[in-house]
């Protein structure tokens, strides 16, 4: 009995480790980095910033500082923010954003070819918390955790993404139905 269960446990703790693997590589492997200072997502259909908030695009990697921003901050950014010759930049969801985490990698927990110079630091989503409103969903680039908090909170960026979304902004934003019908995201709830 004792070895059965220690079998069950040791090909429950590989599969975990390999779907973890298998996650960060995925996402890595898909994102596409345009010259513009922007990347697509074939499988969301998400366009995001490469850079922070506060940092500049040089053509090859991103300079500068990630701003810090209160939720209303970073919200209001969206309607002011025009970058790569689009202006439909919008704050993305807590699954959007939540996409972009590579869970191989950590400090900061992305891309860093895709999103180079990311701080390890914590990055606002357009998502309220479900159980109170006041309260907003957040990413940690460190480990690529997610927390809520309340609005005043100083974090980094939006990410952003576009009709695409934003990274802290990401941009045009092509609905993926597989993100659309989900309800819950890791058991916490959200509201869209």
């Known amino acids: ?70 939720f209303d901050q970073a919200n209001a950014l969206t309607s002011t923010t025009t970058f790569a010759d689009q202006s439909d930049w919008r704050m993305p969801n807590i699954r959007e954003l939540h996409t972009i985490v590579d869970r191989s990698v950590y400090n900061p927990a992305i891309d860093s070819v895709a999103f180079p110079n990311t701080p390890s630091s914590n990055f606002w989503s357009g998502s309220p918390y479900a159980y109170d409103s006041s309260y907003a969903w957040y990413v940690h680039f460190d480990n690529g955790s997610a927390y809520y908090d309340g609005p005043e909170l100083q974090l980094r960026g939006p990410a952003c993404a576009r009709r695409t979304v934003f990274w802290l902004f990401a941009g045009h934003y092509a609905p993926n139905e597989r993100l659309r019908r989900q309800q819950e995201w890791h058991g916490h709830a959200y509201a869209d």
């Open 1 to 70: 009995m004792m070895k059965s269960a220690f079998n069950l446990f040791k090909g429950l703790l590989l599969g975990l480790l390999v779907a973890l693997l298998h996650t960060g590589l995925a996402t890595a492997a898909t994102l596409q980095p345009n010259a513009d200072g922007t990347v697509f997502d074939p499988n969301t259909g998400l366009t995001w910033m490469r850079c922070s908030m506060g940092q500049v695009w040089n053509g090859s990697t991103c300079l500068g500082t990630a701003g810090t921003y209160t």
